[in-house]
């Protein structure tokens, strides 16, 4: 029981919402209250976020759904409010909540203003609000860890996705910012995952249709399968417990190892 006695508040935490799946927000929630932290479930999705936090009390763990849109400031900081007077402390924060479908995938040209300032608000300053409005509570609770999920696209563009690289980009930055600044009394580390196969990747598509398109996607991994939601908890778990006591400022990339070479073909 690696959170034993801790609260934990995870982002973009609801279920997932076109198939019901787990995405990497809700199976993040799943595992550390299974390693027995008590854990605020935070998304705009009003009964897929209940999904979570029903989950996680049917297998006798502890959890509270508080409907938050992350682009606002007054609803981020009621969240906090509300995770201290519910559980009194907070120790951890995953910032997780974001959007990237398929109409922001658009270079600079075609972006609108509008669409580039909406994206950056929730995928950017949604986790420094987070950040900015838990902080005092994570010190006032003698410290904890943030995890904040990133993406590999931090590091290596998607053609005509301009947005969602430089959010991500500069989610690393202000991880190693979090990571200096609140040393030694909070850690905060990053994670930058590959493809993950989430239930809601499936769009329109019939099942047979996705399976062809994630074996297409696998095929580009050299561990030749794409990442599973299981996996990406498991690093937040690490990140967010004392196993990596020792880890700050760092953004950990999990993609099988496709980064590192320079063909995509295994
Ligand atoms: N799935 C992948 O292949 C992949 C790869 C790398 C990184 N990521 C990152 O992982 C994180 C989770 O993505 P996912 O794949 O599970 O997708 P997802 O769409 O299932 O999860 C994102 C969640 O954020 C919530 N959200 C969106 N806007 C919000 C807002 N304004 N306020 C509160 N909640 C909001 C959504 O409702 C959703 O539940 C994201 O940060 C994403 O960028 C995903």
């Known amino acids: 029981m690696k959170m034993q006695n801790k609260v934990a508040l995870v982002t973009g935490a609801a279920l997932g919402y076109r198939h019901g799946g787990p995405s990497i927000g809700s199976a993040i929630a799943f595992k550390l209250a299974s390693e027995g932290a008590k854990v605020v479930v935070v998304d705009v999705l009003e009964e897929m976020g209940e999904g979570t936090a029903n989950g996680i009390r049917e297998n006798g763990g502890t959890s509270l759904f508080i409907r938050t849109d992350v682009s606002n400031t007054d609803e981020v900081k009621r969240a906090v409010e509300m995770t201290r007077q519910e559980f009194g402390a907070l120790h951890c924060l995953v910032n997780c909540a974001a959007s990237y ?59 005509d996705f301009s947005v969602y690289p430089v959010t991500k980009a500069a989610i690393n930055a202000l991880t190693r910012t979090l990571a200096i600044d609140f040393a030694p009394h909070v850690r905060a580390n990053a994670i930058c995952p590959g493809f993950v196969r989430i239930a809601n990747s499936e769009g329109d598509r019939s099942p047979q249709e996705v399976e062809q398109w994630i074996e297409g996607i696998a095929k580009t991994y050299p561990l030749k399968r794409v990442c599973s939601v299981e996996e990406v908890a498991n690093v937040a778990l690490f990140l967010a417990s004392d196993d990596s006591s020792y880890i700050n400022g760092e953004c950990i990339i999990v993609d099988g190892g496709r980064s590192v070479c320079d063909t995509h073909e295994f």
């Open 101 to 159: 479908r398929g109409e922001i995938a658009k270079n600079v040209v075609e972006i609108s203003e509008e669409d580039w300032k909406r994206i950056v608000d929730v995928n950017l300053n949604g986790y420094f609000r987070f950040a900015k409005y838990g902080i005092p509570l994570i010190l006032q609770s003698g410290g904890g860890t943030i995890v904040n999920i990133s993406s590999s696209a931090a590091f290596r563009v998607l053609k």
